[in-house]
């Protein structure tokens, strides 16, 4: 009875039956993969896995903050393009690499402090913001060295290179640590403390929230300087992972932060979520590139699969919140028992 009990508290929990589900698709993908070619399941790509999916996973949590307060952030992407290529410029002109990572870092934040303020207090439409606050993110990666990608960071920032990505700790590569540590704080914050349950109040009904005594430009600004916080550290990664900078780093990540929040079940209406399914949506998309790959799937091929199965999820969670599902199920008697 106590196992029971527990069992049915977890599941009482609002958004863990999708969890579990797509935890369970997971699974099958993980060994559906390792049949087709035995190399998938080694120790060597396990590693290596994991390693690609950290960053996946940090946009992610990104993404997921600012879609349970019922927003989006399309800037993500060009602030990784910006964290990186700030570090890597300031690297190359001398500076010591943990005060560029901070200046980065910094700039990454005003992107989401201006996200929240034009969101919040200017009532502009997230998407619209967020639009031109990729524009311009994207510009100044662009124009901060004249146009041109970095020389490399050199051998001084070799420490820098280690920490965040080539260098293990009890036999973990780094990144996978940094993305299990924010991972743990930004899990606690949102499902333990009080600004976590302003979010969910926040995206689940604005002006209920409000009229509660819950400070929604406060709340919904929070959420855009986490999503630019990890997107800084994930621009920090890809500088040390490349050894320079890149003007067009975070390309793309725009759909991979959507598709790793989406597909672990956070709703793209607000007020639903756990990052728990956004570990497991990050664990998708990078099982899905790293198993099509050794199948021999093109690039474009891998692409539409990740946008077929955003597109299902998000479909999914329409038909959810407007009870499409449950009247569909009427039709079907054997799917209810007979009294």
Not at 70 to 95: N, R
Not at 104 to 129: D, E, T, Y
Request: proline share 2%.
């Amino acid at each position: 009875m106590e196992n029971q009990s527990f069992i049915a508290r977890i599941f009482a929990i609002r958004g863990m039956g999708q969890v579990v589900t797509v935890g369970l698709g997971l699974i099958i993908l993980c060994l559906a993969f390792s049949y087709l070619n035995p190399y998938f399941a080694t120790s060597r790509n396990a590693a290596n896995l994991l390693r690609q999916i950290a960053p996946i996973l940090l946009i992610g949590i990104a993404q997921s903050y600012v879609l349970i307060t019922g927003q989006i952030d399309l800037s993500i992407g060009s602030v990784v393009g910006m964290s990186c290529m700030i570090s890597a410029t300031l690297m190359t002109k001398g500076f010591d690499p943990w005060l560029a990572s901070a200046i980065a870092l910094a700039c990454c934040m005003a992107v989401g402090l201006v996200n929240g303020l034009l969101v919040s207090k200017c009532r502009v439409a997230a998407f619209i913001a967020t639009l031109g606050t990729m524009t311009i993110a994207r510009g100044i990666a662009q124009i901060v060295n004249n146009n041109f990608n970095t020389d490399s960071i050199g051998e001084g920032a070799e420490v820098f290179r280690n920490f965040f990505y080539y260098g293990k700790t009890m036999g973990i590569y780094n990144t996978i640590w940094i993305a299990l540590v924010l991972w743990c704080i930004f899990a606690f914050l949102l499902s333990k403390t009080r600004t976590g349950r302003h979010i969910y109040a926040v995206g689940s009904n604005m002006e209920a929230a409000r009229l509660s005594g819950v400070s929604v430009p406060r709340t919904i600004t929070t959420a855009y300087l986490i999503s630019s916080f990890c997107a800084g550290v994930v621009g920090l990664i890809t500088c040390a992972t490349a050894g320079m900078g890149t003007m067009d780093s975070g390309n793309m990540y725009e759909l991979y932060a959507v598709a790793a929040s989406v597909i672990g079940g956070v709703s793209t209406f607000g007020g639903q979520g756990l990052l728990l399914g956004t570990v497991i949506g990050a664990g998708i998309w990078g099982v899905l590139q790293n198993g099509l790959q050794f199948a021999g799937a093109p690039l474009a091929i891998r692409n539409i699969v990740i946008g077929i199965i955003v597109v299902v999820s998000v479909l999914l969670d329409v038909m959810l919140r407007s009870g499409s599902i449950k009247n569909l199920t009427k039709n079907f008697k054997f799917l209810h028992p007979v009294k």
